[in-house]
């Protein structure tokens, strides 16, 4: 009846995958738990292979790193059921419904979205707290909210599928590291005709990264935004709405060199926790624009 995939890099998820293997049996549903470690350090193995004695999992350790999407179409080809559960490795479970609410609506879309939330405390770690600032304002949504927008508000992390959609949309291999892939999957659901469905039956993000590796990672993601803004795929996400309407504004000569005077000021900022939210938008507005200069 169900499958739930796990790719893992570097994370304890025996926890995770206790709490869905519990969550599973209690409601006597026919599953299983495919968790497969894309090249994880010797200590995270060590952790996680204690899995392979549970009924129903199935632990894989693969020989070489495939990255971010091919990991995930693999785990896909090798479900044995119809319905496909995908969740990130750094997921925490919120409550002891969360199996049950999914099995509630698992025919009511192609896709559901059970969306994410952040910790409502602020990392103890202040070298992470951008992250968990941004997460929870710009991620943290309602379904309400996300039903709006359904594709810009797509997240891989926490998804519920029918298997045949991977048939016409699969995870692209060719954009390499963090950043965009997320939306550029549910703009392809859509335009592929397929529903999708936003409910409240979120998972905490608890793999916070340090602001530099966050800022790192969001410089790569602008990156792979162009690149899907080359194939056609994105082209409405916020910032490219900003950027279009300050250049049909004839703007953005003015507004590329002011920020490009700004940019050091704001990254340094970032980094210190001294900037606010709308400095990290100004930020990757101005990446925006370098990466797209003709």
Not at 27 to 48: M, P, Q, T
Not at 100 to 113: G, R, S, T
Not at 240 to 269: M, P, W
Request: proline share 1%.
């Amino acid at each position: 009846m169900l499958s739930i995939l796990i790719p893992v890099y570097n994370v304890d998820v025996t926890k995770l995958v206790k709490s869905l293997f519990k969550q599973c049996s209690r409601h006597k549903i026919r599953f299983e738990i495919l968790v497969y470690d894309d090249c994880s350090e010797a200590k995270y193995k060590a952790k996680n292979q204690e899995l392979s004695s549970l009924f129903g999992v199935n632990y894989l350790e693969l020989k070489e790193n495939l990255g971010r999407s091919k990991i995930r179409n693999w785990l896909v080809k090798s479900a044995i059921y119809d319905k496909v559960l995908f969740l990130d490795s750094d997921s925490k479970l919120v409550g002891k419904s969360y199996i049950k609410d999914y099995l509630a609506v698992i025919d009511e879309a192609d896709v559901v979205v059970g969306g994410r939330i952040y910790s409502k405390r602020p990392p103890r770690a202040k070298s992470k707290y951008l992250h968990w600032l941004y997460g929870s304002n710009k991620e943290s949504k309602s379904a309400r909210v996300r039903n709006r927008d359904k594709a810009n508000y797509f997240h891989t992390n926490n998804f519920l599928a029918n298997r045949q959609i991977f048939d016409q949309v699969k995870f692209n291999e060719e954009i390499v590291g963090y950043g965009y892939e997320d939306l550029a999957f549910g703009h392809i659901v859509v335009n592929c005709n397929m529903s999708i469905l936003h409910i409240d039956n979120p998972v905490e993000h608890v793999g916070l990264e340090t602001n530099k590796v966050f800022l790192q990672k969001t410089e790569n993601a602008i990156g792979n935004l162009i690149e899907y803004q080359r194939q056609g795929i994105l082209t409405t996400t916020q910032l490219q709405r900003y950027a279009k309407l300050i250049t049909a504004l004839g703007l953005r000569e003015f507004v590329s060199n002011q920020l490009e005077l700004r940019a050091d000021g704001y990254k340094a900022r970032l980094v210190d926790n001294k900037a606010r939210l709308y400095e990290f938008s100004l930020w990757k507005l101005y990446l925006y624009f370098r990466a797209t200069q003709d």
